[in-house]
Each structure stands twice: as structure tokens, then as C-alpha cells.
T-cell receptor, first 114, second 116 residues
Framework: EPEVTQTPSHQVTQMGQEVILRCVPI?????FYWYRQILGQKVEFLVS????????KSEIFDDQFSVERPDGSNFTLKIRSTKLEDSAMYFC????????????FGPGTRLTVT | AQSVAQPEDQVNVAEGNPLTVKCTYS??????LFWYVQYPNRGLQFLLK??????LVKGSYGFEAEFNKSQTSFHLKKPSALVSDSALYFC??????????????FGQGTTLQVKP
């Protein structure tokens, strides 16, 4: 069964450093998402991406964040200058076309900013 | 604004007993509702969804959920719990509509503990 994959599983970085989190969505999916989950808190929407552009972003997704689909398979989330409060589990998700379909989530990348 | 509430942080049941994990939602239009399960160190796995039609929907692993529009609820149920059902369960909602990008709004999660 096709799966969403994410790398790395755990990333430790120092405050102020840039990080890139990588995701490979399910191959025939067209809609892509990033969510994050701070320890002990809700899963929060960050950004949605369709047709090679951002379709919606949350207040969390400020100028420090960017997304890219560089080669038709990978979907990346970049944080330019990490802060302590960026420490969280980051989930990538994808879904097929149509408005009602469920999203399939990757296993997540745990980002620890020190 | 859209929101989801899961009023119980933890639900404890004995193996073989029925289980219910509660969820209520708030959207301005028609809802699409989802349940996901998260096992330790794993991503969120889709369990079931309500889009339209029959209020009782069936999903993976014997789970089902009942959509109640008047109570704005979508409680997750299973007739006979298994120890292996122990996990973190999330309810999520998105608003139906052509302009919706499909983003999900999640509840805070409910830990289900099934004891032998």
C-alpha cells in the first residue's frame, strides 16, 4: 500500500540555523499539506499546496517558512532561522483530487531546536 | 471559526467492552468529519470519514462513528475493544465548499487505554 514518507525522522538543530524537512507524498496525489504538533498540544495546520503554489497558509506560517516541490516527487518544508518554539513534530500529508477525500499522513519528523 | 472538541483526555475500558470516544465540532457550513489514530512513534492513520449520506459510518479495524447534526457530534465507537486498540485518537473536521483547500482542524486527542 502506498505511503507518505518523511526524512529525517529526527532533526536536532541550533537556534538560528536553517532546516529542510523532506516528504515524498503518495504518487498520484495532487494536494499536499504540512502540519505540526508541539508536544502535548493539538495537531495544527501550517500550509496547503496545490498546482505548484501555496493555496492556504496559517498564521504560524510566517516569512521564516517556505515550501517547495522541486522535482515532482519531493515536497519540502524549510525553516530559514529556527527558534526554540519551532520544536515540534512536523507531519506531511497528501490527498488525491476531489473535495471529500481523506488525507494520508507521513510518520513525522521530530524537530528539536536547542 | 472551525473547531473540534474532544472532551476526554483519556478513556479507559476493559477488553471486550464497548468503547466510545467523543467528538463535537463547529463549522459554519456542512462538515466533513474524520477520525485518525496515532500509535507511538507513528504518523496519523486514517480510520473513517463522514461526508454525506448514512449517519453511521464504518471504518477500519471494526470502528464506526455516528454523525449527529443536531448535536454537532461525531463520536467514535467500537462494540468490543481490544488491547491493541490502545492509542491516541484524533477527530478532525473540514468545511465542505469549493473554496476550501482541504485543511483539517483537529481536536486535542483522546488517549484510549484498553486493559486486559
Amino acid at each position: 500500500e502506498p505511503e507518505v514518507t518523511q526524512t529525517p525522522s529526527h532533526q536536532v538543530t541550533q537556534m538560528g540555523q536553517e532546516v529542510i524537512l523532506r516528504c515524498v507524498p503518495i504518487s498520484n496525489h495532487l494536494y499536499f499539506y504540512w502540519y505540526r504538533q508541539i508536544l502535548g498540544q493539538k495537531v495544527e495546520f501550517l500550509v496547503s499546496f496545490y498546482n505548484n503554489e501555496i493555496s492556504e497558509k496559517s498564521e504560524i506560517f510566517d516569512d521564516q517558512f517556505s515550501v517547495e516541490r522541486p522535482d515532482g516527487s519531493n515536497f519540502t518544508l524549510k525553516i530559514r532561522s529556527t527558534k526554540l518554539e519551532d520544536s515540534a513534530m512536523y507531519f506531511c500529508a497528501s490527498r488525491t483530487s476531489g473535495r471529500a477525500y481523506e488525507q494520508y499522513f507521513g510518520p513525522g519528523t521530530r524537530l528539536t531546536v536547542t | 471559526a472551525q473547531s473540534v472538541a474532544q472532551p476526554e483526555d483519556q478513556v479507559n475500558v476493559a477488553e471486550g467492552n464497548p468503547l466510545t470516544v467523543k467528538c463535537t465540532y463547529s463549522v459554519s457550513g456542512n462538515p466533513y468529519l474524520f477520525w485518525y489514530v496515532q500509535y507511538p512513534n507513528r504518523g496519523l492513520q486514517f480510520l473513517l470519514k463522514y461526508i454525506t449520506g448514512d449517519n453511521l459510518v464504518k471504518g477500519s479495524y471494526g470502528f464506526e462513528a455516528e454523525f449527529n447534526k443536531s448535536q454537532t457530534s461525531f463520536h467514535l465507537k467500537k462494540p468490543s475493544a481490544l488491547v491493541s486498540d490502545s492509542a491516541l485518537y484524533f477527530c478532525a473536521v473540514r468545511e465542505a465548499g469549493s473554496s476550501n483547500t482541504g485543511k483539517l482542524i483537529f481536536g486535542q486527542g483522546t488517549t484510549l487505554q484498553v486493559k486486559p
